[in-house]
């Protein structure tokens, strides 16, 4: 089936979604005080914890079919790329919180006409998650969830560890009948498994160039592979993920593919409501790009200072050709940027886009 190719016409603005922009930004604003009152330094509203900080180098493949050699994905070519992945809370909780995981990508030296507030940079960023949709239908129950999450940030950390506990066991309830709960696995349900073997998604779609996709990274390194669906034993271990990252990465490399799947049927792959998983049978996820990393020290705190710090991370920091699509899309960008501008006054340093992708050994 030929893929649709994009036309403004395919987002349908609610009029609500002003205010319900400005009840998100509000929302993330409390998650961010309320971390910097506690802990004395800004943090992200959203995937505050770090647990991988990585130099990267992202390479597009050669000989991509015409439909898929579209914007990023034109020109075949390296680029040196930064990596970070976290878990979804906007406190520090302790890894025995088993939380959904974020993969966060920016490709640097990329071509072409920029997006609204990136018109400084020439940097492209995907930002992905461990779960093929997104939680919820639209930007206004995700903003009730977050409302959730904003008044109980700093709250009953224990009470968090055994919701944890209870909802991960649901999730395996669920996943023994053949299904996935998104909404479990957003608010703790998730497996403790290593985040090197997750596969990870755009959930919301992106304009691709001439037509519109979902993107997805997928590990392809056998040292990545043999991960998934394997357990850890995180009981006691505040820093697990970050610890069991660092084990690996301290001594191997590792590989990843970027892949997309365009949207081929609007009815079936619908843009405003990402919590609809496109369908795979007869439209997969396609290869254009592979991620490399050399093995090196996962996580530092002199990275952090830099890339946990100083640095943001948006789908709006990118070109025209991979604009973010949707309700969902549409709503990430104030808060993203309101969010960003706060931590930045907190800790003293303005978000900048770097020029290169450097970071302390």
């Given at each position: 089936?030929?893929?649709?190719?994009?036309?403004?016409?395919?987002?349908?603005?609610?009029?609500?979604?002003?205010?319900?922009?400005?009840?998100?930004?509000?929302?993330?604003?409390?998650?961010?005080?309320?971390?910097?009152?506690?802990?004395?330094?800004?943090?992200?509203?959203?995937?505050?914890?770090?647990?991988?900080?990585?130099?990267?180098?992202?390479?597009?493949?050669?000989?991509?079919?015409?439909?898929?050699?579209?914007?990023?994905?034109?020109?075949?070519?390296?680029?040196?790329?930064?990596?970070?992945?976290?878990?979804?809370?906007?406190?520090?909780?302790?890894?025995?919180?088993?939380?959904?995981?974020?993969?966060?990508?920016?490709?640097?030296?990329?071509?072409?006409?920029?997006?609204?507030?990136?018109?400084?940079?020439?940097?492209?960023?995907?930002?992905?998650?461990?779960?093929?949709?997104?939680?919820?239908?639209?930007?206004?129950?995700?903003?009730?969830?977050?409302?959730?999450?904003?008044?109980?940030?700093?709250?009953?950390?224990?009470?968090?560890?055994?919701?944890?506990?209870?909802?991960?066991?649901?999730?395996?309830?669920v996943e023994a009948l053949g299904g996935e709960s998104a909404l479990l696995t957003t608010l703790g349900g998730h497996p403790n498994t290593n985040p090197l073997g997750e596969r990870y998604f755009s959930q919301a779609p992106i304009r691709y160039g001439d037509y519109m996709a979902k993107v997805g990274l997928f590990p392809v390194s056998p040292n990545f592979t043999v991960l998934e669906g394997r357990e850890l034993d995180i009981d006691g271990r505040e820093n697990a993920l970050r610890e069991e990252i660092g084990v690996i990465l301290a001594k191997e490399g590792g590989r990843w593919e970027l892949r997309v799947q365009l949207c081929r049927d609007l009815g079936a792959n619908p843009i405003e409501d990402a919590s609809v998983p496109w369908p795979e049978e007869d439209n997969p996820y396609v290869a254009v790009a592979v991620i490399d990393v050399a093995p090196q020290r996962a996580w530092t705190g002199e990275r952090a200072a830099i890339l946990d710090d100083q640095i943001a991370f948006s789908p709006w920091h990118g070109i025209v050709e991979h604009r973010p699509l949707g309700a969902i899309m549409r709503a990430r960008k104030p808060a993203y940027e309101a969010s960003s501008g706060l931590r930045g006054s907190f800790n003293g340093c303005p978000m900048h886009q770097p020029g290169s992708a450097a970071l302390p050994d």
């Open positions: 089936m030929t893929p649709v190719r994009y036309t403004p016409d395919v987002e349908v603005i609610d009029p609500e979604e002003p205010r319900i922009q400005a009840q998100l930004v509000e929302a993330f604003r409390e998650i961010s005080e309320t971390t910097h009152r506690d802990l004395g330094h800004g943090y992200r509203a959203v995937h505050a914890k770090s647990h991988a900080l990585l130099k990267a180098t992202f390479s597009v493949l050669a000989g991509l079919p015409a439909e898929y050699a579209q914007g990023l994905f034109a020109t075949p070519g390296t680029h040196d790329a930064l990596l970070r992945i976290s878990t979804n809370a906007g406190d520090l909780l302790p890894d025995t919180v088993s939380l959904q995981r974020g993969f966060a990508i920016k490709v640097f030296d990329v071509e072409g006409e920029r997006l609204p507030g990136s018109a400084d940079a020439r940097t492209q960023d995907f930002l992905l998650a461990n779960g093929i949709a997104f939680p919820t239908a639209g930007p206004e129950p995700f903003l009730r969830t977050l409302q959730l999450l904003a008044k109980t940030t700093d709250k009953v950390e224990g009470l968090k560890k055994f919701i944890s506990l209870v909802f991960r066991n649901l999730e395996k309830g």
